[in-house]
């Protein structure tokens, strides 16, 4: 049994080493919602010691799992996740807690309190990486827990056949001659990759992806391009070029801005940088060191809607309107970038000066010059 117990412990720092920096959140989210109340060490300990079957440990897995997300789900609410999150496991770490009895049920099975110390020892690694996340991995972890935890039956069913033959295996390897360690790696690490493979499957194709970056670039996060460029027409006429200008110049500002803070950051974290800003722009989160830019092109960018709109009857279901159809392109925008691979996000912004300058030009003419329109979608790499 000690034997046992040293290779489960050694075996779970030489499992650190096969993770990337780009499989990290994804990590930690399929750790959060699929063992954390159980960490793999605690139920294989407690599978082999207590001689439980496959089906048994299987079974009360998916129940431990079903009592915490009800709790994660609760927890995505949260203002400070970060807080959220180190309290939860903090409650995890304890071998019985009220609030989690199907947890109890499991560690209630072994009486030498070894799973209970492998359980804390996990948590104690989880919480410890948590506390160095940025407020933009937070992000991404959110929208991966949120992803785990709405899986459809038919995911949910494959992670557990998957659950099952890493107790399945393991259980044959303590009884056969072959590796145990190397075994219980491999098996682990295929898990693992099965939830990655569920997180990145319904990925963007490049197309719409290069699309949504091209309208980011603009600022289409606030103003689409097309609402803007038709807005523009009827401004042209009444002499608002001053402040057609102004408006390009506030919408691109923040763009100029988060390009500059994120030029040295690798793609995995201008994916979290930009998903971060983007819930700033929507109003989700209250906090961002661009919060000034963005706020004052969201002004702007209502200027230019209320002063559209007056010029004709029903102004304020005109505004609704505009309203409602930005709200669709921003959401389209964001589960677009949310689904793209990392990768992706390598050259990103791709407004310049000159990209800038044609802009404000295609807007000053209302829209109506095809040179330009050829111009800035050749530089914004769009078809």
Same mark, same amino acid.
């Given at each position: ?242 402040? *057609? %200008?102004?408006?390009? +110049?506030?919408?691109? @500002? ?5 390009? &500059?803070?994120?030029?040295? /950051?690798? #793609? ?21 060191? *661009? %919060?000034?830019?963005? +706020?004052?092109?969201? @002004? ?5 809607? &209320?002063?559209?709109?007056? /010029?004709? #009857? ?70």
């Amino acid at each position: 049994m000690q034997g046992l117990l040293l290779l489960l412990l050694v075996r779970a720092d030489a499992l650190e080493k096969w993770k990337s920096v780009e499989e990290d959140t994804a990590d930690m989210a399929e750790f959060l919602v699929f063992l954390a109340p159980a960490a793999w060490n605690s139920v294989l300990y407690i599978a082999h010691t207590q001689n439980a079957s496959v089906s048994s440990i299987t079974k009360m897995g998916k129940a431990i799992e079903k009592e915490n997300i009800t709790e994660l789900k609760n927890l995505m609410k949260s203002k400070n996740l970060r807080e959220a999150l180190l309290e939860h496991l903090d409650k995890l770490a304890k071998e019985r807690d009220p609030s989690t009895p199907a947890k109890n049920r499991l560690f209630s099975m072994d009486t030498t309190e070894q799973a209970a110390n492998m359980q804390k020892d996990a948590i104690e690694k989880a919480q410890n990486r948590i506390k160095t996340y940025s407020a933009s991995s937070f992000v991404i972890l959110k929208e991966y827990i949120s992803a785990l935890s709405g899986l459809s039956a038919k995911d949910q069913n494959g992670i557990w056949v998957k659950y099952k033959e890493v107790v399945n295996q393991t259980q044959r390897a303590m009884k056969g001659t072959e590796s145990v360690k190397r075994k219980i790696s491999a098996l682990e690490r295929e898990f693992s990759l099965h939830i990655q493979q569920l997180l990145t499957k319904r990925e963007t194709p490049r197309q719409d992806f290069l699309i949504e970056r091209a309208r980011f670039n603009l600022g289409g996060f606030l103003h689409s391009p097309g609402i803007f460029l038709q807005i523009s027409q009827a401004f042209s006429e009444n002499g608002k070029r001053d402040f *057609l %200008k102004k408006t390009v +110049e506030g919408l691109l @500002q923040p763009v100029f801005a988060l390009q &500059s803070l994120t030029k040295t /950051l690798p #793609p995995e974290q201008v994916k979290a940088e930009v998903l971060r800003f983007l819930e700033a722009a929507s109003g989700e989160i209250s906090s961002h060191v *661009l %919060k000034e830019k963005i +706020e004052k092109a969201y @002004q702007l960018r209502s200027e230019s809607i &209320s002063m559209y709109t007056e /010029l004709f #009857p029903q102004s304020k279901e005109r505004t609704l309107k505009i309203d409602e159809v930005q709200t669709k392109n921003t959401k389209r925008m964001v589960e677009a970038l949310k689904k793209a691979k990392p990768e992706m996000f390598k050259g990103f912004f791709v407004i310049n000066k000159k990209v800038a300058a044609l802009y404000t030009d295609l807007v000053l003419k209302s829209g109506v010059s095809e040179k330009n329109k050829r111009e800035i979608k050749k530089l914004l790499q769009v078809s």
